[in-house]
């Protein structure tokens, strides 16, 4: 049995819902299929490394010229 690939969006997505706390990470777990601890994962990963998204050379506007 080959391993299932989530897009990033797909990844997102459910992180997004595990935010909301409108379902458990257990429930979400049942409505995609997916195992609880890959979304405990997926959501660690975002909150450890989501500052990443921010992160990106400032342009100096003065410089710009």
Excluded: C
């Excluded at 989530?6 to 995609?32: A, M, N, W």
């Amino acid at each position: 049995m080959s391993r299932r690939r989530f897009t990033s969006e797909f990844k997102f997505k459910v992180f997004l819902e595990s935010l909301s706390e409108r379902y458990t990470i257990q429930e979400l777990g049942r409505k995609y299929e997916i195992h609880p601890t890959q979304i405990t994962n997926w959501k660690a990963q975002f909150l450890k490394n989501g500052q990443a998204v921010f992160d990106r050379p400032v342009k100096d506007s003065k410089t710009e010229s």
